[in-house]
């Protein structure tokens, strides 16, 4: 098979509102962008801006209200809510802020629970959970409840999950937001071999300007509308420049506490 030159996510003129009249919210203005595979990119922007609202239409869990969305070639907009659930569970991984762990279930049983969708035996879903829990580095805690597992080591059972049906695209919506620093930079250095070891993309929402180091792309929003050109390496610059700073703070910090 020769490689496509197509891209895997292309979005043209995609709006997204919400409510009528005064209190209508307008969170995606005409937003067009295209992602080949196997990149790992990341959506930045302040608050209100669009982000998740963006992720949410590329993962098929909301409708643009106008415009064309392809992933993969296919037209997800014109898809119904169950072709949009159908193909959701085969081709989208999602990765959460706040993990979505089942408290009641195992490591190995949550990561196992997607495939429950499709027609395999009991001990073929366990084989395959195991597997998926040895790529993020946990094939030694299977049998371990969330609650007795740290956040970082949770968020890496939510990438197990995610990876669990094999799908080409992984979104994330700030999965690194309820995390210290050192397991932030774990789950960063992990989504990034996903994309090297297994060609995975992935897009990831994030509000942490140290992300754009692990990103191959980064695209930035401002209330709605996607920037591009000056604008926007203006915005990815005055992210590097609070990044460079917040690290700098913490070498001080360090020589401080070594003084
Ligand atoms: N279901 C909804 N109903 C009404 N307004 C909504 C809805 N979802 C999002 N919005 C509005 O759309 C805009 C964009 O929201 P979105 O959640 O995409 O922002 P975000 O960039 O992800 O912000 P944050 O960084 O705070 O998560 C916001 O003004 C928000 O209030
Ligand atoms: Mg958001």
């Known amino acids: 098979m020769t490689a496509s030159a197509e891209p895997l996510i292309e979005l043209r003129r995609v709006s997204r509102s919400y409510g009528d009249g005064a209190a209508r919210v307008v969170a995606l203005d005409d937003v067009s962008l295209s992602l080949e595979a196997g990149v790992f ?105 969330p609650s007795q597992l740290s956040g970082g080591e949770q968020q890496r059972v939510a990438i197990a999950r995610a990876l669990i049906t094999d799908p080409e695209l992984v979104v994330a919506d700030e999965p690194t937001g309820n995390l210290d620093a050192k397991s932030a930079e774990a789950v960063l250095d992990l989504l990034r071999e996903l994309r090297a070891r297994l060609g995975k993309t992935i897009v990831m929402v994030t509000h942490d300007p140290r992300a754009l180091r692990w990103v191959d792309r980064s695209f930035h929003l401002d ?37």
Not at 74 to 82: A, F, H, L, T, V
Not at 114 to 138: M, N
């Open 41 to 145: 990119a990341a959506f930045m922007g302040p608050s209100g801006s669009g982000k998740s609202t963006l992720l949410n239409i590329i993962s098929g869990i909301d409708c643009a209200s106008a415009g064309e969305v392809r992933v993969g070639g296919r037209r997800i907009d014109r898809m119904n809510e169950d072709e949009l659930a159908r193909w959701r569970a085969r081709h989208v991984g999602l990765v959460f802020q706040s993990f979505n762990l089942v408290p009641v279930l195992s490591a190995l049983e949550n990561v196992a629970l997607p495939l429950l969708l499709f027609d395999l035996s009991g001990e073929e879903r366990r084989r395959r959970a195991a597997l998926a829990l040895g790529i993020v580095g946990l094939g030694e805690r299977l049998e371990h409840r």
């Open 223 to 259: 209330k709605g509308r996607l920037l591009s050109g000056a604008a926007a390496e203006q915005a990815a610059r005055a992210l590097r420049a609070v990044a460079d700073a917040a690290s700098q703070a913490v070498g001080a910090g360090a020589a401080l506490g070594r003084a």
